[in-house]
């Protein structure tokens, strides 16, 4: 069984370009925990910007990362 800790750091493996939105997600916090919650939720905001712009890559690397959590 997965822990929570190991969530993000899988969905950064699996979806490199993620990265980038997340490292502004965790700026925008500015150290403190933001939760699970909303850290899948800018996971979920990045997936629908893959998908509007067409990177449906990162959308099945995403949907990939998620179906093996």
Same mark, same amino acid.
């Given at each position: 069984m997965i822990e929570e800790s190991?969530?993000? %750091? !899988? !969905? !950064?493996e699996r979806c %490199? /370009?993620?990265r980038s939105r997340w490292q502004q $997600?965790? /700026?925008w916090w500015r150290g403190e #925990?933001?939760?699970i919650y909303n =850290?899948?939720? #800018?996971l979920a $905001?990045?997936?629908v910007d893959s998908y509007a712009a067409g990177d449906? #890559?990162?959308v099945q690397a995403?949907? =990939?990362a998620a179906e093996n959590l």
């Amino acid at each position: 069984m997965i822990e929570e800790s190991q969530i993000i %750091p !899988l !969905l !950064l493996e699996r979806c %490199p /370009k993620f990265r980038s939105r997340w490292q502004q $997600h965790r /700026k925008w916090w500015r150290g403190e #925990e933001a939760g699970i919650y909303n =850290d899948l939720a #800018e996971l979920a $905001h990045f997936v629908v910007d893959s998908y509007a712009a067409g990177d449906m #890559e990162s959308v099945q690397a995403a949907f =990939d990362a998620a179906e093996n959590l």
